[in-house]
Every structure is written in C-alpha cells, then in structure tokens.
C-alpha cells in the first residue's frame, strides 16, 4: 500500500516556475514507478511525464518537453515535477501516481493503483 501527497501548487504567471512534490507512505518507494498526470476542467487525465523506480527511465509528454523535468529521491521517499517556462494551458490540477515498477515506467492512468489527491496549479496570462 502507498499513500501520495502533492503539493507545491498555485498561481503563477505565464513564463514562471513552479516545483511539485510527491511524498510517499512505505519502505518500498525505490520499487514504484511513478508519474504525473494532469486534469484541467473539461478534459480527461492525461499524462505529463513519468520514472523509474531506479530513476534510469525517463519519460515525457511532448507538451511538456524541455520545460518540465521529472525526478525522485528514493531516500527521502519524494517524486519532484519541476515545471519551467510555464504557460496558460498548464493550468489543471496535477496528480502524483505510483505502481510497481523498478525498471519501468507507464504512461496510462489504468496503469497505476495509487494516486494523490492532487494540487491545483494556475497560470496566468
């Protein structure tokens, strides 16, 4: 079982940075991949970027490329989304989602049984 908490959301204007975190419940967090999703009002979940559990599989959403950056500290149990040079139509509620995964990482949201509560980001024009 893993429980995930976001945060590090809010308002920020267009070309600003801002930094989410993931925490993690459990002693087994460097076994999970992990990923980020978003949702904005309207529209469906859809995948942001995603890692490994051992960090050596990186994926991103092409959206997202070269402007976010995706990372984790397996010690602390922490899942980061860096996000750069941000723009309006990122504004949704961002959501942290882990499943087993050492080597691997996944892009679908049936593909992961645990997720956060999510953390609303906004930005502004």
């Known amino acids: 079982q893993v429980q995930l908490v976001e945060s590090g959301g809010g308002l920020v204007q267009a070309g600003g940075s801002l930094r989410l975190s993931c925490a993690a419940s459990g002693r087994t967090f460097s076994m999970y991949a992990m990923g980020w999703f978003r949702q904005a009002p309207g529209k469906e979940r859809e995948f942001v970027a995603a890692i490994s559990g051992n960090s050596r599989e990186i994926f991103y959403a092409d959206s997202v490329k070269g402007r976010f950056t995706i990372s984790r500290d397996n010690v602390k149990r922490i899942m980061y989304l860096q996000m750069n040079s941000l723009k309006p139509e990122d504004t949704a509620v961002y959501y942290c989602?882990?499943?087993?995964?050492?080597?691997?990482?996944?892009?679908?949201?049936?593909?992961?049984?645990?997720w956060g509560q999510g953390t609303q980001v906004t930005v502004s024009s």
């Open positions: 989602a882990a499943d087993q995964g050492v080597s691997r990482y996944y892009t679908r949201t049936n593909e992961y049984a645990y």
